[in-house]
Structure formats: structure tokens, C-alpha cells
């Protein structure tokens, strides 16, 4: 079995942030969805857990942090292509989302934006040239 990995983030919605991660491109997992939680899966191997947070509170003791107004961390995903970075934006800013909470990045063959959920946990959303990635290390600049 391939690894997998699940961010597991907590939602004072849980309808609203389904739509939102729908519009990311995500699938909802039936069989790990109810009224607490919904398993949104972005590929094969990275799923999103988003849980209420009366439910996320089963999982740790420590008090949830307010997103939109601290920064624990930046969570990223890939697209296919530089314009998808743009329709993907504005397909989750429609539902739900919060367009640059970040400045736009444009490094050339890297081109990323962000996106709030209705929680404030913030998504890069980013293209990478394919040419551009080393296939080596004796192509990486030291």
C-alpha cells in the first residue's frame, strides 16, 4: 500500500468547507464522511480530514487555534498548469474562499497564489514547470 497522508483541520461549517474543498478539485470519501467530518480527497494518497470542531476536540487537548488570525502553517498542492492556478482560485474563492490572503509568487517556471478556506487555513495553490525540476542532484544549484 502506497504512504498516504491526511491533514486533518478543523471547520466551524462543515457543509460550507465541503463545497469550498470541492471547488480546490477535491472528492468527498463517502465512507469516511458523516455529520462530524468529511474526508476530502485531492489525489489517490493526500486526503483532507475536515472535522467540527466538537469533533476535532476528540483528538487533542489543546484549544483550536483561530486561522485567520494566526499562521501555523502554509499547506500546498500542485496543478497542471500556470492557468489552472487561476481557475482554481477563482472556483474556491466563489465557494467560500478568500483570494491572496498571500501575495502572488511568479518566479518564472514557479507561479503560485493562495487561497483562505471559510476557516482561514491557507492554501498555495502552484504550477511548477515541469523542465524546470532537476532530475539530479548535478542540476541543482548549491
Known sequence: MSKMIFVNLPVTDL????????????????????????????TDTIGVMILTHDYYRNFTQRPIAD??????????????????????????????GRADPNPAQDHGSMFSRSVEDPDGHVWEIFWMDPAAVPGDSSTVDA
Open 67 to 96: 486561522a485567520k488570525a494566526t499562521s501555523q502553517m502554509l499547506l500546498a498542492v500542485t496543478v497542471g498548469e500556470r492557468a489552472e492556478v487561476d481557475r482554481v482560485l477563482e472556483a474556491a474563492s466563489a465557494k467560500g
Open 15 to 42: 457543509g460550507a468547507s465541503t463545497r469550498f474543498y470541492e471547488a480546490l478539485g477535491a472528492a468527498r470519501n463517502p465512507h469516511f464522511s458523516n455529520e462530524n467530518a468529511a474526508c476530502m480527497m485531492l
